[in-house]
């Protein structure tokens, strides 16, 4: 099993910058790629950005495209979202999840932190 914990999220002003990270502990060695995913009230959770773990690839939601920038550390097996100019639309609970291949789902997930942007 892969256990996933987030930090970071707060309550931050529209505009302003907040770093979220999720530590991965476990089976780490099975993670292929590692993924950021929110849920704001009443909404369905979605996609934010995801990081192959091994080459680093990225790919990103157009909603935070050129605001967001997800990394890795593969030492550390830590990953990183950096988010700036925040939107009070940006507000939600952000979890990191990890799937095991290409073609897989997302299969193990952290309990989540909450990101409140004020306008």
């Known amino acids: 099993q892969v256990q996933l914990v987030e930090s970071g999220g707060g309550l931050v002003q529209a505009g302003g910058s907040l770093r979220l990270s999720c530590a991965a502990s476990g089976r780490t060695f099975s993670i292929y790629a590692m993924g950021w995913f929110r849920q704001a009230p009443g909404k369905e959770r979605e996609f934010v950005a995801a990081?192959?773990?091994?080459?680093?690839?990225?790919s990103y939601a157009d909603s935070v495209k050129g605001r967001f920038t997800i990394s890795r550390d593969n030492a550390k097996n830590t990953m990183s979202l950096q988010m700036n100019s925040l939107k009070p639309e940006d507000a939600a609970v952000y979890y990191c999840?990890?799937?095991?291949?290409?073609?897989?789902?997302?299969?193990?997930w952290g309990q989540g932190t909450r990101v409140t942007v004020s306008s």
């Open positions: 990081i192959n773990w091994s080459g680093g690839s990225t």
């Open positions: 999840a990890s799937r095991p291949g290409f073609l897989s789902s997302y299969d193990y």
